[in-house]
Structure formats: C-alpha cells, structure tokens
C-alpha cells in the first residue's frame, strides 16, 4: 500500500492548465524526481510533460516516446528521462531498467517522467502519482501524491497545498468551464 500522507486532487479546465501544472514541477523538482503518471489515452500526461519539459528548461519539441519507448532531454536545468510504456506488456518494462533512470545510475541525475506507469513491475521507493482523469463535463481532474517521501521537499508540499488552493477556488467561483488555462496561476 502506498503512502499517501501528501495528496491532493485538480481540476484541469483545458490542455493548457495541463501543461502549466507540469511547468510548475518542472520548476521546482529536485534531480532524481521520479513522476509516474496514469490516465486513459488523451488524458493528458505528454500535455503534461511538455509542461514539465518547459519549466525545466527545454526548448526541443517534447513528444511521447510511444515507438521509442525513452526520450532523453539533456538541454534544460536537469536532465529529463521520459518513458512511455504503452506497448508494453509483461516485463517489457523491466527489461528497460528504469530503475538507471529513477537511480541516478549510469545516467546524470534527472527527472524521470514515464507515462502508463500501471505497466510498471516495480516503483521506486519515493515518487509523485499523477492520476489523469477526465470529468463529466468533458474537463480533467489530476490526482496527485506524494509516495513514500517522509519529508518531502518544502517547494513541492507548497507547490500541493497552492494546486489545492487553486482548485479550491476554481470550484467555488464555479469557473470550471470559464477559466482560462493560460492563466492557470499557483
């Protein structure tokens, strides 16, 4: 059972609140960050990593690695590790030893990003759960967590409590539709 002492859930209005969700991690995430992300297909977990890309730094077009299964960013303020597992069944995912990855082994220390983590055999011993769903009203809501992380960051605990905040507000102005993603602020 995974520790979910640090959670909390987001309305996302459109792609580009997606997108600056994950450039606020992308900001403050320490190197051997490990994001796993969950969704259906057009959730938006590349919409976020692009986010997460561009707060790290990256200026390259960011694009899921579904045929290539690792996409390797080296230009921004960390490296960035992105994984998609799609097309993997089994131990197909084992056998691309994320774990290097997650670790720090072998590679520089980066943010590792992996997209159908569900496909994972293992996890690592702390990472962050983005849950990617889509609401009724044809919106998306991010569940996140904080796994394993005794005494996670002070950045990315404020970075949680101002999403809630936000989403907070969001719901009590009753702009879930209105709300421009461009001005998605935390």
Not at 17 to 38: D, H
Not at 100 to 116: D, H, K, L, S
Not at 159 to 176: C, F, H, I, V
Request: net charge negative; hydrophobic share 35%.
């Amino acid at each position: 059972m995974k520790d979910t002492s640090h959670t909390g859930k987001v309305l996302l209005p459109d792609a580009a609140a997606t997108r600056a969700l994950g450039q606020k991690f992308g900001q403050l995430l320490p190197s051997n960050s490990v994001i796993l992300l969950v969704g259906e297909l057009g959730a938006g977990k590349t919409t976020f990593t692009q986010g997460l890309g561009e707060g790290m730094g990256i200026t390259h077009s960011i694009v899921s690695p579904t045929f290539t299964l690792i996409a390797e960013y080296f230009e921004g303020r960390l490296p960035l590790y992105h994984f998609d597992l799609y097309r993997l069944e089994g131990s197909g995912a084992a056998e691309l030893y994320p774990e290097i990855y997650w670790e720090g082994i072998e590679v520089e220390p980066g943010i590792t990003a992996i997209e159908w983590s569900q496909r994972l055999p293992y996890k690592p011993p702390t990472y962050i759960e983005i849950q990617l769903d889509y609401t009724p009203d044809d919106q998306r809501q991010a569940a996140i967590a904080l796994v394993g992380m005794e005494s996670p960051p002070p950045a990315l605990v404020h970075l949680l409590q101002e999403t809630l905040r936000y989403s907070k507000r969001q719901e009590a102005e009753g702009r879930r539709k209105t709300i421009d993603g461009s001005r998605f602020q935390l």
